[in-house]
């Protein structure tokens, strides 16, 4: 599957930033998914989509889960599904 | 042929299936279509609940299905393989629904159009309920109902089920749908569709027939039971094409998957930038509590108030009511033994029918409190808080959030608590809790506890009087019963 192997080398290279790396208050937009299974894809019909905007609302005291808002709703999310969003900082 | 004429020879009703994401107020829609005229059910062979009920319309009965709550019909789990039957006739004694509608949460259209873009690919006819309304005009979100019936090529209705209203205009909808039946025309992905319908014709030289739109969901998919199904029924062969035609599909820079699920968001962007109009203002004072219920020292504080509020109410509120219960149960049966004379029927009655009864109606308080308590932080939306806060302790023990409330019940009485799993959606989750709540020593215990540490355990005093032996033995017993819960994650930890 040559696109996953592109997308492994890229962000083995480029550092690439995850939803999990936010802090509270920032905006990002999401860039892809670094997996390619059936929890990714849920998460993309949601609307983590590629281009979607989001903002990083707050973490749980211990870091895990945290809320974001896309698209205007909230949506909560466990660390480890966090980490496989890919996102680009917005200003 | 019109579904609804009164052939008296053939009085077929016509069946309409419901569908929504989970949460919109689909139920409160059934209900209020279908009144009692309603009873649940099991699909076959799954542990899936079918509510089916009677509606009547202006031109005769239609039977409503109710569909279990979704995002997608992507076939992960059983409940979506169930519903995704359902819409393509295989289940035996439903046949092809004559129509399908979706109801949909107005305050929130945006997650909820993408089932609807699924569903309106599916060539039935289809009509919308857009409900919760009221949220979404407190939300300053303003629909332009017109303009989604332009580009969802159906009827769209506004409706505010927990008020019935909109309810009327609903029914006649149905009604006419039925009488005048039309398919919305929409393909989202049309490279999917052509490649689905040469496989199927493929296949069908092949002598095995397979609809195209279960290629399609075997295509898009990732791991889903569609493909699985497929893959069974069909063989090996089967799968490799597939997998042929996947590769080909696959656009360069993402899966088939986030292809079909960013076409159909951009799809649903292009419709609400024109059907819908946000003001941000009134978010203010529901964002402020969240704030609160949420910051990690106050909000800590105010959960484990809560927490702590619901388990004395259920362990001692309870009392007074369940001593009543006992002390009924006693005497009634000691009125009745006094009037029949001894033997096998007396203690039939007395002993078999009050006492056992009595023992089953004395859990009717603290079912009621907890459910009570459930019900208003459910309502409130701070279940969803709670579960946030703490979900990250409870997966230590291989559990989820939403199994914090059963298991601090079960503290008071494990049968409440185990009821009180209902709220967990993930049937996995719900199984494991429900393991697990026993494990959590419950008030029925203290009383054996108490004796046995009575009589086995010295009344010494350490740390100068500060702690007694016996109090810590009857703390080790219940870290004990949490010790176990965490013992079992660990050892069937394949399976978490």
């Known amino acids: 599957m ?27 937009r999401v860039v892809g998914c670094a997996e390619s299974n059936a929890l990714a894809q849920r998460i993309m019909q949601l ?38 969003i890919l996102v680009e900082d917005v200003a | 042929m019109d579904p609804l004429s009164s052939n008296r020879a053939e009085l077929k009703r016509p069946t309409i299936a419901v569908v929504g994401n989970p949460n919109v107020g689909k139920s409160t829609v059934f209900n209020a279509l279908t009144g009692l005229r309603q ?31 979704m995002y997608s019909l992507s076939a992960q789990s059983p409940d979506e393989m169930v519903a995704l039957d359902v819409l393509l006739g295989r289940i035996p004694d439903l046949g092809t629904p004559d129509a399908v509608l979706i109801v949909a949460d107005a305050s929130n259209l945006r997650r909820n159009l993408f089932l609807a873009s699924q569903i309106l690919e599916l060539g039935l006819p289809v009509l919308v309920a857009l409900n919760m309304m009221d949220v979404a005009r407190s939300r300053g979100i303003a629909l332009s109902v017109k303009h989604l019936e332009h580009e969802l090529q159906c009827a769209v209705i506004p409706v505010v089920a927990s008020r019935s209203e909109g309810i009327g205009a609903l029914r006649s909808a149905l009604d006419r749908t039925l009488r005048h039946p039309r398919a919305p025309r929409l393909a989202l992905m049309p490279a999917v569709k052509e490649a689905a319908g040469t496989l199927a014709d493929g296949f069908r030289q092949l002598g095995r027939a397979i609809v195209p739109h279960d290629i399609e969901r075997a295509l898009i998919d990732e791991g889903g039971l569609v493909l699985e199904r497929l893959r069974a029924a069909a063989g090996a062969e089967v799968a490799e094409r597939l997998s042929e035609a996947r590769a080909v599909l696959g656009f360069a820079t993402e899966s088939l998957a986030a292809a079909d699920a960013r076409c159909r968001y951009e799809w649903i962007n292009r419709i609400l930038a024109q059907a819908e109009t946000r003001s941000d203002r009134l978010r203010g004072w529901s964002d402020r509590v969240d704030r609160l219920v949420s910051h990690p020292l106050l909000g800590t504080a105010l959960f484990l108030g809560v927490m702590a509020l619901v388990f004395q109410a259920v362990f001692s509120w309870a009392t007074p009511m369940v001593d009543g219960i006992d002390a009924l149960t006693r005497h009634l049966g000691e009125f009745v033994s006094r009037q029949l004379p001894e033997g096998a029927l007396a203690s039939l009655i007395v002993d078999g029918m009050i006492a056992g009864v009595g023992s089953v109606v004395v859990f009717l308080p603290q079912i009621l409190i907890l459910s009570v308590f459930i019900i208003l932080l459910e309502d409130t939306g701070y279940m969803a808080r709670a579960a946030f806060l703490m979900d990250r302790l409870m997966r230590f023990c291989g559990l989820s959030g939403q199994s914090f409330i059963p298991m601090l019940s079960s503290f008071a009485c494990a049968v409440p608590g185990i009821m009180a799993t209902r709220v967990i959606a993930d049937p996995r989750d719900r199984l494991a809790t429900i393991l697990a709540a026993p494990f959590m020593t419950c008030s029925a215990r203290l009383p054996v506890y108490t004796l046995l540490i009575s009589a086995f355990v010295p009344d010494k005093s350490l740390a100068y009087g500060l702690l007694s032996l016996q109090g810590l033995v009857l703390l080790g017993l219940y870290l004990i019963g949490i010790l176990g819960v965490w013992v079992l994650r660990c050892s069937s930890s394949a399976r978490f």
């Open chain 1, 2 to 28: 040559s696109h996953l192997s592109n997308r492994k080398a890229q962000s083995a290279s480029a550092q690439e930033r995850t939803l999990a790396d936010l802090k509270p208050g920032q905006r990002a």
């Open chain 1, 47 to 84: 609307g983590l989509i590629a281009g979607a905007m989001l903002t990083f609302v707050r973490a749980a005291p211990a870091g895990d889960p945290i809320e974001i808002n896309v698209f205007g709703y909230s949506l909560s999310l466990r660390k480890s599904e966090a980490r496989m």
């Open chain 2, 39 to 69: 009873k649940v059910a099991n699909y076959p062979g799954v542990t899936v609940e079918r509510r089916l009920g009677i509606l009547s319309l202006d031109h005769g009965e239609a039977h409503l299905v109710d569909l279990p709550g």
